[in-house]
């Protein structure tokens, strides 16, 4: 996911360019949107780049205009300067409670939060039936959410917001 940048002392921070190009099943029809950068390096003047925008257009990475991606640099930018720290914070409670929270609670063996009847009965069932191969893939599944620093970052950062929350 693309992402901005921002000039710190005298150096410069792009925090994620995009995904240049994947040709995986999951990313087979996504046009893949980001950008290069090419730095001008000359110890007489400040650090200057130009930026060059591109995107998956039948199966090729092709240049086009800043206009014809679908991401807004200046505004990625913008909020690095004014309210990131809210966003991000709102954002990572949000995809909590939409995403990882499930996602926890089947890897934990917990009842999923928004269980009705049916869903209780399936979880009884499931859970009752071929339980190694179950608390096998849970440790998986847990493994695999801890291993990725970003999957990690975030689950952490949302469960910190929340209990400060219920202070």
């Known amino acids: 996911m693309p992402q901005g940048y921002e ?24 046009s ?15 650090l200057s780049f130009e930026i060059f925008y591109h995107k998956k257009i039948n199966d ?4 086009v205009d800043k206009r014809n991606v679908l991401f ?20 990572s409670v949000k995809l909590f409670y939409e995403y990882y929270y499930n996602y926890y609670a089947i890897a934990l063996n917990a009842l999923p939060n928004n269980a009705n009847l049916i869903v209780m009965f399936k979880w009884l069932i499931k859970n009752n039936l071929n339980s190694k191969r179950n608390n096998d893939r849970r440790n998986l599944m847990l493994l695999h ?13 949302a469960l910190s917001i929340i209990s400060e929350l219920q202070k």
């Open 32 to 46: 893949d949107d980001s950008y290069s950068i090419i730095f001008d390096f000359n110890k007489h003047k400040p």
């Open 145 to 157: 959410n801890i291993r990725i620093d970003s999957h990690r970052f975030l689950v952490q950062r």
């Open 7 to 30: 000039r710190y002392k005298n150096s410069l921070i792009f925090y994620s360019l995009g995904n240049f190009y994947f040709d995986t099943a999951s990313f087979k029809n996504k």
């Open 60 to 63: 090729q990475t092709c240049l």
């Open 72 to 91: 807004d640099l200046d505004y990625l930018n913008s909020i690095l300067v004014n309210g990131y720290q809210k966003l991000n914070n709102d954002i």
